[in-house]
């Protein structure tokens, strides 16, 4: 059974900083992509950032290049991201997912119970 438990989401002020986790348990796949996506109230959910199992490759939404970084740590099957100059716009309910490597991005079959991110003004 696969499992993913997001943490470090919480309330914080504009132009602070958050690193969320994504722990990852039971991946099918020996070759993935771990993603972060958002929902923001009243929006569609969106994609972040994306990583590789190896580290090889990243991605990110243009909006969130130079704030955010993706990381991995393999031996603990953990996805991080960390997040700086938050702004209001920021603040959403924030998802883990994984795909397989060989899959598209609108391929993600597994997601995370979600953890939440205010940004305050």
């Known amino acids: 059974q696969v499992q993913l438990v997001e943490s470090g989401g919480g309330l914080v002020q504009a132009g602070d900083s958050l690193r969320l986790s994504c722990a990852a348990a039971?991946?099918?796949?020996?070759?993935?992509?771990m993603g972060w996506f958002r929902q923001a109230p009243g929006k569609e959910r969106e994609f972040v950032a994306e990583?590789?199992?190896?580290?090889?490759?990243?991605d990110y939404a243009d909006s969130e290049k130079g704030r955010f970084t993706i990381s991995i740590d393999n031996a603990k099957n953990t996805v991080y991201l960390q997040m700086n100059s938050l702004k209001p716009d920021d603040t959403a309910i924030y998802y883990c997912?994984?795909?397989?490597?060989?899959?598209?991005?609108?391929?993600?079959?597994?997601w995370g119970q979600g953890t939440q991110v205010t940004v305050s003004s």
């Open positions: 997912a994984v795909r397989s490597a060989y899959s598209r991005r609108s391929g993600y079959k597994y």
């Open positions: 039971g991946l099918p796949f020996s070759s993935y992509i």
């Open positions: 990583i590789a199992w190896n580290g090889g490759y990243t």
